[in-house]
């Protein structure tokens, strides 16, 4: 089912810019996600209204972006505007609805930078787009020597394991698509790399899988490459932490006594573990010469 949603705020400015992804605002098109990765945060967490299977339309998203953006503007306030941190902006309704293809053109109007968080090939439609965002927008005083682009693109993979990937992100294009999207968009000049997050703790975290993992998105032409770990919310049905436990009791039963380990008291992984693999993927990242992180 697809509910219409009437926004009454899009344009969501963040107290603190995200230390990683460098935004200090988020647009969410849409509510909940036809992709339906079973790891997917927003279930369970305090973002996860409306997705119980359920896929939500902010019908005025544009008219009210425009509001909010011309008020920033006037006040000088850019910032890089992540597109999306709840949803996925080009899952298989946007095909028909544009509405992110539109949400675009008002973020151009106001020449505001933006950080695309993306698991879909579906972006190659709107580089025509993409490519005057990038040239256009103003960056906000602080970062203006330190990023080159207006316009970063983020492909998310957890595996690069097919079947897995089919598993885990039912809705999704494949992981190999996704890499060879990140190719065309770095070949026609775009700052784009890989987030491997959520990497999934004694699945797809060891430093030879990850090893891989950073190898292949250099060798597809990755300028940088984020690595994070899986967080997992929920006791209810439908939760991510409830669906992640029922899949690993199918397909990996030996692990479940070290995730739940790991999982003891909080949604995230033990200090420990966050530590070690941020120190992989650094390590990683200087084998393979590609930037670990935008700005480090
Ligand atoms: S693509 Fe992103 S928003 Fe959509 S279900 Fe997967 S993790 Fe969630």
Redesign the pocket.
């Known amino acids: 089912m697809v509910l219409k949603i009437y926004a009454k705020s899009i344009l969501n400015r963040h107290r603190r810019r995200d230390e990683w992804f460098l935004d200090d605002y988020s647009v969410n098109p849409y509510s909940g996600?036809s992709?339906?990765?079973i790891y997917?945060y927003?279930r369970g967490s305090k973002y996860g209204g409306g997705t119980d299977g359920n896929l939500g339309i902010k019908v005025n998203a544009v008219e009210i972006l425009e509001k909010q953006l011309r008020r920033r503007a006037m006040k000088k306030e850019y910032g890089i505007i992540a597109l999306s941190t709840?949803?996925?902006p080009y899952?298989r309704i946007e095909e028909k609805l544009k509405l992110t293809r539109k949400i675009l053109e008002v973020i151009l109007k106001y020449r505001f930078p933006v950080h695309i968080l993306t698991?879909s090939d579906m972006i190659l439609r709107d580089l025509d787009l993409l490519k005057e965002v990038d040239e256009k927008a103003i960056l906000p005083d602080d970062l203006q020597n330190r990023l080159e682009h207006g316009l970063i693109i983020n492909f998310?993979i957890s595996t690069l394991d097919e079947k897995l990937a089919r598993i885990l992100?039912p809705g999704?294009p494949q992981p190999e698509k996704r890499l060879e999207t990140m190719s065309k968009c770095e070949k026609k000049g775009f700052l784009t790399g890989i987030s491997y997050i959520p990497l999934l703790p004694y699945i797809s975290d060891s430093e030879e899988e990850l090893g891989v993992m950073v190898k292949t998105a250099k060798d597809y032409g990755a300028k940088f490459i984020f690595a994070g770990a899986l967080t997992l919310f929920g006791d209810k049905q439908g939760d991510c932490k409830t669906l992640y436990y029922e899949f690993l009791k199918k397909y990996y039963p030996e692990l479940l006594s070290r995730y739940r380990a790991l999982y003891r008291i909080f949604p995230q992984p033990a200090k420990e573990y966050q530590e070690i693999i941020e120190k992989r993927a650094r390590e990683l990242c200087e084998r393979y010469d590609v930037k670990y992180k935008l700005i480090t």
């Open positions: 996600c992709f339906k990765c997917c927003i709840s949803t996925e899952q698991k998310s992100e999704a």
